[in-house]
């Protein structure tokens, strides 16, 4: 089988509904390895949307949170916290490419943007969804 253009690749997501979990999709498509960053307790967004098996409501079974995360490992993790901040920026050493969707300035409040993250990962590609 041939090999996919993007295998090899590491993505991280820290996105939730649609446009940067679709973004990821694709990627993961390609073959990249995409690790989904989702609060503890609460999850993507998406989860909670229909449509649902049997139009039974089920945060595991959500068709549209499916469909976007397909081809993606997950773990939950909440960056804002001071341990879930290292394990993330640990995650990003090892990462290509970052793909996050919080609200404008999300990121740099929480000493997370591309300027604080590229001194830990200077070939990092960061892509910001707002």
Known sequence: MPKKALEGVKVLELCQMVAGPYCTKLLADLGAEVVKIEKPGYGDEARNNPPFFHDIPDREGSG???????????????PATTTGKSIFRQLVKEADILVEDNPPQWMKEHGLDYESLKEINPRLIMTSIT
Request: hydrophobic share 45%; proline share 0%; aromatic share 14%.
């Open 64 to 78: 549209l949170f499916l469909y976007l995360n397909g081809n993606k490992l997950g773990i939950t993790l909440n």
